[in-house]
């Protein structure tokens, strides 16, 4: 716990490092010359405003300004002729040569403008090129030689050399640093980007998991069709439906873990597990009473609960046995379009209970359908219950319970976003089909 904050820190000048080297990496070759000849165009204009600068050589002056457009035009067009980049350290090489023309044509060796040299050396040794440092030290000397090989007159030459030569040095080390500073930089960029890859292959890996823990994406047997699909926020969600044999009866279940993310994906198939597990028992209230007290175990630590539709399901009468903890998103849909919303009695599982869970039943009719849904399909509209109105209204014009997700489906899809868990339900009693049979011939409906 104490090392934590050390560990932050460390992590955050690593990101800043980064950052830096991907801000100049990234850029262009044109992009990193403007800010060279906007300063370079700021030191001519001082030759003429500031009267202690002095033009020492006309025709050197001419020639740096010269040189510095025509690099600088290199530097827009080299992209073009150099994909790969491995001319782009000729701009900054060119770019020496002309602050050591400037600098002879502005007080020869004693110029003010040597500092000039700073962007392009910093620019070779932040290069990813091997030798940069090399190459950004010798960018330096000749900054500082040029003027005596164009014929500086200096009256005390071993002194200016002398100067010059500590200058060199002191500009080197820096170029050092930097090139250092450089090749951590890309190192912690490798290393970052070696982890967001691992952990993306983790998170993918596991929502593949919680796919496959869904049941099948369509059932239909004995007389009714099931059919749900799950569309979480992120890559792992908190939400889950499930459905599975019970004996002669089927159980149903959704249930809507608070949050999002990893964290409630794993509650989420923990609570799918403990419900499962009381499918051997006819009391519903077992299952969900199962998952409520391993909630509430871990209430304290984790602040998790969640909201929890659990229903078996009579195939041979339609009857609904069903608890709703805390959810209150379900609706029985009629075949005549009516509807309403079933009642949550309880509270979601996880939280103190003093009583026993209320079971409740409904009987499902042919051409009826129970939809249950998460909360994140109420952001689909306004956000309040009332919106369930619209879902009521989709499934009383589907043909089949698939078709109910099909045509939600292609709603949330609209939507293009949802910031939260999307879990739907559905089950159909379909209207007894009438069939045609001729005999002796005579007609007969059945």
């Known amino acids: 716990m104490i090392e934590r904050p050390q560990r932050v820190g460390r992590w955050r000048d690593a990101?800043?490092?980064?950052?830096?080297?991907?801000?100049?990496?990234?850029?262009?070759?044109f992009a990193k010359q403007v800010p060279v000849a906007l300063l370079f165009v700021l030191s001519l204009g001082m030759t003429a405003v500031v009267p202690s600068v002095s033009v020492s050589s006309v025709v050197a002056l001419v020639a740096s300004v010269v040189l510095m457009g025509a690099v600088t035009l290199l530097a827009a067009v080299l992209p073009r002729f150099d994909p790969a980049g491995r001319l782009v350290l000729v701009v900054p090489a060119v770019d020496f040569i002309i602050i050591g023309v400037f600098r002879f044509a502005t007080g020869q060796s004693l110029s003010i403008f040597a500092a000039l040299l700073i962007l392009p050396m910093v620019w070779m040794a932040f290069s990813p090129q091997r030798f940069?440092?090399?190459?950004?030290?010798?960018?330096?000397?000749?900054?500082?030689?040029?003027?005596?090989?164009?014929?500086?007159?200096?009256?005390?030459?071993?002194s200016e050399l002398g100067r010059s030569f500590f200058a060199t040095v002191a500009f080197a080390l820096a170029a050092a640093v930097i090139s250092d500073l450089a090749r951590l930089s890309r190192r912690n960029i490798a290393q970052l980007q070696a982890a967001q890859v691992s952990t993306m292959t983790e998170l993918e890996q596991a929502s593949e998991v919680q796919k496959a823990l869904l049941p099948e994406a369509q059932v239909q047997a004995s007389g009714f069709e099931y059919a749900g699909v799950c569309l979480p926020a992120k890559t792992i969600g908190g939400d889950f439906y499930d459905w599975y044999s019970?004996?002669?009866?089927?159980c149903f279940t959704l249930g809507d873990v608070m949050g999002k993310g990893v964290g409630a994906g794993i509650i989420a198939a923990t609570l799918r597990a403990v419900v499962r597990s009381g499918r051997g028992h006819d009391d519903i209230a077992v299952a969900v009473q199962r998952a409520s007290e391993m909630f509430a175990l871990d209430f304290e630590r984790t602040g998790a609960f969640?909201?929890?539709?659990h229903a078996r399901l009579d195939e041979t009468t339609g009857v609904v046995r069903y608890i709703d903890a805390g959810h209150g998103l379900t609706l029985h849909v009629r075949a005549d379009g009516t509807w309403n919303r079933l009642a949550s009695l309880d509270l979601p599982v996880g939280m103190p209970m003093t009583e026993s869970w209320t079971v409740q039943q409904l009987l499902l009719e042919p051409g009826d359908t129970l939809i249950s849904c998460s909360d994140g399909i109420l952001d689909l509209y306004d956000g309040t219950v009332e919106s369930l109105r619209h879902i009521a209204y989709i499934v009383s014009v589907s043909s089949s319970a698939a078709n109910v997700i099909v045509r939600i489906g292609a709603l949330i899809d609209d939507a293009n976003l949802h910031d939260d868990d999307i879990t739907i339900l559905a089950l159909r009693r379909p209207e007894r089909v009438r069939t045609t049979i001729y005999a002796d011939d005579r007609l007969y409906a059945e």
């Open 246 to 250: 019970a004996g002669e009866e089927t």
């Open 306 to 309: 969640a909201t929890l539709f």
């Open 15 to 29: 990101m800043g490092m980064s950052l830096a080297a991907v801000a100049l990496d990234g850029r262009s070759p």
């Open 132 to 158: 940069n440092v090399v190459y950004a030290f010798s960018g330096v000397c000749v900054v500082f030689l040029i003027p005596f090989i164009l014929g500086a007159t200096v009256a005390d030459l071993p």
